[in-house]
């Protein structure tokens, strides 16, 4: 009996936690870091300020959750187009476009995620996703590479290259203050795609 009220306990905590998470993560998606107020995430889970410290100890480690939690769905969905069936350039272009669509339908949490200013504690987690990312992209330069498809670079540097080169295009136009529609999306997207996949050497 006592077993099962443990359980049950852990079960509410864990519950308690993710509803704060989501929470907060839905908060940074409308208006960024700034929105992410322990006060404001407490009152929009439902919960008690004191409930949120409970989890972290400040709103500093939530937003590095946040940011380790939205980068491992992000790289998971690029990593799984970046293995699927198809030559190596098209593999490229489509996580590329994959990325770069992702975030410019999502691009409030995007720009939180890759450019917005944040505590170190952040932006450590913040790196940390860019290098994720990064890998990604070198395994399909390392296969590009051995089967000729590419010509023979560092496929380390050649996919930190890619990944600097589309996360700053995407910064201005991810801007708050902008607010581009579908059609400048649409030219973003193949300007920083057809940008890559030349710089990879790949004919467009």
Same mark, same amino acid.
Do not use: M, N
């Given at each position: 009996m006592v077993y099962r009220q443990t359980e049950s306990a852990t079960r509410r905590l864990a519950d308690k936690r993710a509803r704060i998470l989501a929470a907060a %993560?839905?908060?940074?998606a409308d208006g960024g870091w700034q929105a992410a107020q322990v006060d404001a995430?407490?009152?929009?889970?439902?919960?008690?300020? @004191? #409930?949120? &410290? !409970? /989890?972290? +100890?400040s709103k500093a480690e939530l937003c590095a959750e946040i940011v380790a939690s939205v980068s491992a769905r992000e790289v998971g969905i690029v990593q799984s187009v970046? =293995?699927?069936? @198809? +030559?190596?350039?098209e593999r490229l272009e489509a996580a590329i476009r994959t990325f770069a669509g992702r975030a410019l339908r999502g691009r409030r949490l995007a720009y939180a995620m890759i450019a917005e200013p944040v505590d170190p504690e952040v932006e450590t987690? %913040?790196?940390? &996703?860019?290098?994720?990312?990064? !890998? *990604?992209? =070198?395994?399909?330069?390392r296969h590009g590479i051995m089967r000729g498809a590419f010509p023979r670079l560092d496929p380390a540097v050649a996919a930190a290259c890619i990944v600097g080169a589309f996360m700053e295009a995407l910064v201005g136009p991810l801007a708050p203050s902008k607010g #581009? @529609?579908? %059609?400048?999306?649409? /030219?973003?997207?193949?300007?920083?795609?057809?940008? *890559?996949?030349?710089?990879?050497?790949?004919?467009?």
């Open positions: %993560r839905a908060l940074v995430v407490a009152t929009t889970a439902g919960v008690a300020t @004191g #409930t949120v &410290y !409970r /989890h972290w +100890s970046a =293995e699927a069936d @198809g +030559s190596p350039a987690v %913040r790196l940390d &996703y860019r290098a994720q990312l990064a !890998r *990604c992209f =070198e395994r399909v330069l #581009t @529609g579908a %059609r400048a999306d649409r /030219h973003l997207i193949d300007q920083i795609t057809q940008f *890559c996949l030349r710089a990879a050497k790949v004919k467009t």
